[in-house]
């Protein structure tokens, strides 16, 4: 990670590289103790010291004690691959990028050493414990071309749904309003009276049974939660969430019960060769869930 520049704004810029690492890292870990062992290096490799002067635009190294992660089950299946992506379908529960508490358990991990590809990088995110359609770069020099065509909106996705039979027929409807993530907290908000940011389609594809239904979700955006707050916001949760409408006390290594959320199609032109491109998932609805004894 890199220091940051001094922030002329801050009363009290940090006096040391010891204070900057413990109002940055402090939450993650034990700041004073990787300092005392020197577990904290620069660039060239020699301890940070905990009162050396805070040096702006410098790159600190240091590595996390692992925790032991239950293994993940379901395997990642690869729906295509070619020179420049790799299109893969997702289990729930399984970490898009190494982060947090899942590290070995992450798509990239995984398959960096499943297809010997050590460049492999996510060209979107999907949630850990969303499953379907994920696409990666093989190599670095394809990030830029794949990236830019998600960040212009022009990757049609379409999602499913599991979740309750709406009683009334107004469907479909598209959902517009403005969605806010706060980092650190779990759920995001709607902010009313602020201008729309997010829209989906939502559409009833299938009854299941009385009071269970496929939903089709078209995102015309792609903000954090997007369609499950729109899900929520109609009076239809998606099943199983263990965020909305309230958060549930889940264990990380509980894999019985998976969000009913599949991300199903993915189309786009290929800015590479101007070829039309379209992946559907091999996963459907009901998702089935397993049980992981601890270690």
Not at 64 to 79: K, M, N, T
């Amino acid at each position: 990670m890199r220091t940051p520049d001094l922030d002329r704004s801050r009363p009290d810029p940090w006096p040391s590289m010891g204070a900057w690492l413990g109002e940055r890292l402090s939450e993650f870990l034990d700041v004073a103790a990787f300092l005392a062992a020197g577990r904290f290096v620069y660039e060239s490799g020699s301890p940070v010291i905990g009162t050396d002067p805070y040096r702006p635009h410098t790159f600190v190294w240091f590595h996390r004690d692992l925790r032991d992660e239950a293994a993940v089950p379901g395997a990642i299946r690869v729906i295509s691959q070619d020179e420049r992506i790799v299109v893969v379908d997702k289990p729930a529960f399984l970490s898009t990028i190494p982060r947090g508490r899942h590290v070995a358990q992450s798509v990239v991990v995984r398959l960096r050493a499943e297809l010997g590809l050590p460049e492999v990088s996510p060209l979107h995110r999907l949630d850990r414990v969303t499953s379907g359609l994920l696409i990666l770069a093989t190599e670095k020099r394809w990030r830029g071309a794949y990236q830019s065509m998600f960040q212009r909106g022009e990757v049609q996705k379409v999602y499913r749904a599991l979740a309750p039979l709406r009683s009334d027929p107004d469907l479909p409807v598209i959902v517009r309003n403005h969605l806010h993530k706060q980092r650190g907290r779990m759920q995001a908000e709607i902010v009313a009276g602020a201008p729309a940011n997010s829209e989906s389609l939502v559409e009833l594809e299938a009854t299941v049974d009385e009071a269970t239904a496929i939903y089709r979700l078209t995102p015309r955006t792609g903000r954090t939660h997007q369609l499950r707050m729109h899900m929520l916001g109609l009076g239809i949760p998606i099943s199983q969430d263990p965020l909305y409408p309230l958060v549930r006390d889940v264990s990380v290594d509980d894999f019985a019960h998976p969000l009913q959320l599949l991300a199903s199609e993915l189309s786009f032109t290929d800015p590479v060769d101007g070829e039309p491109r379209q992946f559907t998932s091999a996963r459907s609805l009901p998702l089935q869930g397993e049980r992981v004894t601890a270690r």
